[in-house]
């Protein structure tokens, strides 16, 4: 139940809102319209999506509403709405909507924390210079520092996650326009990174993660 609880739209800016972009949630098509008014670009979520498939960079260019995703690719609208029966087609969860940040390609900051304990981060970036960094879709990977601020971001962050036993966390990072690196996701449970933190750094991270697992079961 808490897993179900993690992966709804809203639980991100609920535990972590200090922490992120500036966020709504909403299934209102008004409220929608009016955040993106503000920022012109934007990025939409959709819940429990994985891979960059659920997310769509919302723009206004040549008369037209233009949104974009990984895998359905770009598509033209003439009306907000018709932007939102898009993104409601296969879902009537309530929607993420999230300042673009224009850094983006920068690459995504994978964080890969085990019950409070960091073991280590990568970036992950686009080899063709799209704004998702997957490495699902064509990201590759590079062993990354953590700053002081995304060890404040995980430490004020994480207790929410313990106290609903969601004990392996991928924090993911992106770099906004300030220099700052804030959080854009917090994936749990079965998350990808121990492997390719291993690879990356040729230390025994998957023995660690096998101690604490039966550490933990024990």
Known sequence: SHKQEQITADFLYKVA???IPETIVTKDEQTAFSFWSKYQTIIAKQANSCGGRGVYKIWYENHLFQVDNFNQGQHSFNTFSQVIDYLTTKTKEPI????????VKQGDKRIVV????????????????????????DGECLLAEITNAERKAIAHTVGAYQARGLHTLGYDFLLDDDGVWRISEINAGNIGGFARLEQLTQAPVMARFVDWLIDFSQ
Request: charged share 25%; no cysteine.
């Open 96 to 103: 993420q909507f999230v300042r673009y940040l224009k850094q």
């Open 17 to 19: 809102q200090d922490w």
């Open 114 to 137: 085990v019950d409070g304990e960091i073991y280590g981060a990568y970036l992950r970036r686009s080899k063709s210079g799209h704004w998702v960094n997957n490495v699902s879709s």
